[in-house]
């Protein structure tokens, strides 16, 4: 019998099977895709030579995550932090930069940079109890309550309908919304503030980092450091049914809740779990290119990150409807939103070994109503062209996955939720359920670890780590 059996090879799932195996016990992994990693998979996905992170590419959350530092990775690992942290090109050749220097970032924003300051050097100063607020369960007492106070008030803030009375130009706010938008949400709201505050204070703190060769480095660590403790990792094996796991005396999930519904659930978890909600879907876009990205403004062509789709309000026009099922910039099934928001990563600008000698590579996802089958490579192409005009002539080649294509390609991404469950307040709340410790299940010896579990998704490994300590104690004596 094996002790431990994690299912998904995800950040979170190897995690939790490294903790386990630091613990002295025996491991195995069973990972349905041919490969290992997740969210951190870097593959050829266009042309040979280019190499394409396939999910995540920039990891704030990874850098500043405590887990993280425990586990060695961020020695382990070869990161390169830019100077610049996330860009956002404006029509007539205007951008907001915020480069990791807050003074710089403030002087760019000319007279909203006090403003911005304000915001956010609080939360710099006390980066450490916000990554501890946010890192866990929200209904807790926090270890920096003051770090609490101060993140929540912003976030109620920029979640609300006075999100305006802070900024008085237009670069500063798109700024700050570009961030806001990562959580694919309505807006606004109090969940995206939330995700985009805590991005943004990373953003002037860790930085946000890259892994140099691609985030699958990341999932290679931690996976020698499990098969050099006696681990195994099998792939193409997809787990179908708990009772393909009973040999085992603790089962970890880096799955989505619905493979608990192949065991017999007490109906009261069930109705829970029925009720939780998959959010809206990414389609996405990766591009090999001849060289670097045409930006009207060359100073955005600094940062690995860039986010799309124009001033505060067109993102938010945008975000809001794909949030009631329209596809922005459809004609005619627009929503009235014109332009789509787009994510877009250029990882080459401070990682050139992930391309030959020159040229780069870029991927660029946009939110889209949940299950939607829209190849998105001309969406997403225009709005690049809308900021750098002959962006097509440097396209090499491109790879298109659809919102269903995502959920094919892991089955936690349903209906291409990447986020495997919508982030709500309330779902931050209720992940999947409402519990002092809702990585366990009513199953005996069977626990959840993935992003549908707190502190939710992103490349951390808090919810590998919650779930694994909790298993090894509940399950093994250990603490
Ligand atoms: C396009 C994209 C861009 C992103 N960008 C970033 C970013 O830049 N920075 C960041 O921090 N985060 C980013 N994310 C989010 C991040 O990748 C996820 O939050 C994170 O990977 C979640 O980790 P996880 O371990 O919970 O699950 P996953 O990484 O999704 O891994 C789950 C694994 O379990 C396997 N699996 C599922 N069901 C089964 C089963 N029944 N049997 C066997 N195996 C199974 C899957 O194949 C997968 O390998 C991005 C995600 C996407 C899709």
Known sequence: MTDVTVVGSGPN???????????GLSV??????????GGLR??????????????????PAGLASPVFRKLGLLDRVDWVVPEMSYAHPLDGGRAGLAWRDLDRTVDGLGRDGAAWRRLLAPLIARSRGVVDFTGSQLLRVPRDPIAAVLFGLRALEQGSPAWNSRFDGDVAPALLTGVVAHAAGPMP?????????????????VGWGLPVGGSQVIADALA????????????D???????DVADSRAVLLDTSPELLFSAELPASYARALRRYRYGSGVAKVDFALSGPVPWANPDVGLSPT????????????????????????AAGAD????????????????????????????????????????????????????????????????AASSAVEMGRYNANYIGGDIYSGELTLRQLVKRPVVSTAPWRTPIDGVYLCSSATPPGPAVHGFNGWFAAKLALKERFGLR
């Open 13 to 23: 799932g190897l995690v939790a099977a490294v903790i386990a195996a630091r613990a």
């Open 28 to 37: 195995r992994v069973l990972e349905a895709a041919p490969t290992i990693g």
């Open 42 to 59: 870097t593959a050829e996905l266009t042309l040979p030579g280019f190499r394409h992170d396939v999910c995540a590419t920039v990891h």
């Open 189 to 205: 709201s109090l969940s995206g503030a939330g995700a985009g505050m805590l991005l943004a204070m990373h953003g002037h703190g």
């Open 224 to 235: 020698d450091e499990l098969r050099a403790r006696g681990g195994e990792i099998v792939t």
């Open 237 to 243: 094996a997809a787990v179908t049914s708990l009772s």
């Open 306 to 329: 860039v986010h799309l789709g124009g001033s505060r309000a067109e993102i938010a026009a945008a975000e809001n409807a794909v949030h009631r099922g329209f596809q922005p910039g």
């Open 335 to 398: 929503g009235g939103a014109r332009h789509p928001y787009v994510l877009a990563t250029q990882p080459t600008v401070a990682d050139p070994s992930r391309a030959p000698a020159g040229k780069h590579v870029l991927w660029a996802y946009t939110h889209v109503p949940a299950g939607s089958t829209l190849d998105a490579t001309e969406l997403i192409t225009a709005e690049v062209e809308r900021f750098a005009p002959g962006f097509r002539d440097v396209v090499l080649a491109s």
